[in-house]
């Protein structure tokens, strides 16, 4: 097999791409032959040693991606040789084959495509978990993504319009914006000019947003905050600006809002049977074409730190994925 190692975590430019043993699964993991992988804000943070998981050095990059079944280890039931299945692993998704526990996999449903499938758990898993299960977000309500153009953000507009809900897309360029309207986004914010609490004021007739999905941080933090309707749930999903803002609780006060965090892998880990019934609910919303990965661009598996310049250009629409 072939893979993109991590030997010292100073960033993309320390990858190397090496000639590796085949690995043969052990008990109660499945060995995928990769097929598809996507880029997470979260695998540059990896491979940077910023991340709050540090894995043992070396090793292989890529939390998500999707492809097919070549062996299954011992204790394994439900897979199979062949059949088309998608992970989310934490490491090991930039390369040809990977070994991972069956309890991370995700089967695929006939005409799933694996570029599509290597997008879609973390993005769509998170977004659901926020805006459903921490947000109990109800049709008629109003939802204001930030960053509302990158990979999460795609997500969250589709699930947030499934749901019933009206959408305020906010993203840092005009041609952002543009996209997450050809979304189903009902109105855009471009939050590189002009005053953005005026404009979520004007957007929402001085009401405010019920819900706002925030995987950005930094300084659009607080003035957001400030701008949250009555009983407003605000979702602290990342910090993809770099900085990790902090907030005068009497703001919480004042606005009776709630503060959210979002860890939907935790959630995964903690309760299972929820994380299956959710993923189940979003493959029959895939299947009926509510929801679908917005892929920016396809590149080939040995083109990762092309992929990763995309990423770090900040001009990313959807996700970057990369193929064997």
């Not at 855009?188 to 007739?205: C, F, H, M, P, V």
Request: glycine residues 12%; contains cysteine.
């Amino acid at each position: 097999m072939h893979a993109w190692l991590c030997e010292d975590p100073l960033g993309p430019e320390a990858l190397v791409w090496r000639e590796l043993p085949t690995p043969s699964p052990a008990a109660g993991e499945v060995l995928v032959a990769i097929k598809a992988a996507s880029l997470n804000f979260p695998d540059l943070l990896i491979v940077q040693g910023k991340y709050q998981i540090k894995p043992p050095l070396p090793f292989v990059p890529g939390a998500e991606f999707a492809g097919v079944v070549e062996a299954v280890g011992a204790g394994v039931t439900g897979f199979k040789s062949g059949d088309a299945v998608a992970a989310f692993a934490g490491t090991g998704g930039f390369g040809s084959h990977a070994c991972v526990s069956a309890k991370q996999l995700m089967p695929l449903p006939a005409g799933f495509p694996f570029e599509d499938a290597a997008a879609f758990i973390c993005t769509y898993a998170t977004s659901h978990h926020a805006l459903l299960d921490r947000a109990g977000l109800q049709a008629g309500e109003t939802v204001l993504v930030l960053g509302a153009a990158g990979g999460v953000g795609t997500a969250a507009i589709q699930i947030a319009k499934a749901a019933g809900a009206r959408v305020i897309a906010a993203a840092s360029s005009d041609e952002k914006c543009a996209q997450c309207m050809a979304l189903g986004a009902d109105i855009s914010i471009n939050y590189s000019q002009g005053d953005l609490r005026a404009a979520i004021k004007e957007a929402t007739g001085g009401k405010g947003p019920d819900v706002v999905f925030d995987p950005v941080g930094g300084d659009l933090f607080e003035p957001v905050f400030r701008s949250i309707a009555w009983r407003g749930r605000y979702l602290v999903i990342g910090f993809a600006q770099g900085q990790i803002p902090a907030l005068p609780l009497n703001l919480a006060l004042l606005k009776g809002a709630s503060l959210m965090g979002v860890f939907w892998g935790e959630f995964a880990k903690r309760e299972p049977a929820a994380n299956a019934q959710m993923m189940g609910h979003l493959a029959h919303w895939y299947a009926q074409g509510k929801v679908k990965p917005v892929l920016d661009s396809v590149l080939e598996m040995a083109q990762l730190p092309a992929a990763f310049a995309r990423m770090a250009s900040r001009q990313v629409i959807g996700k970057v994925v990369l193929h064997n």
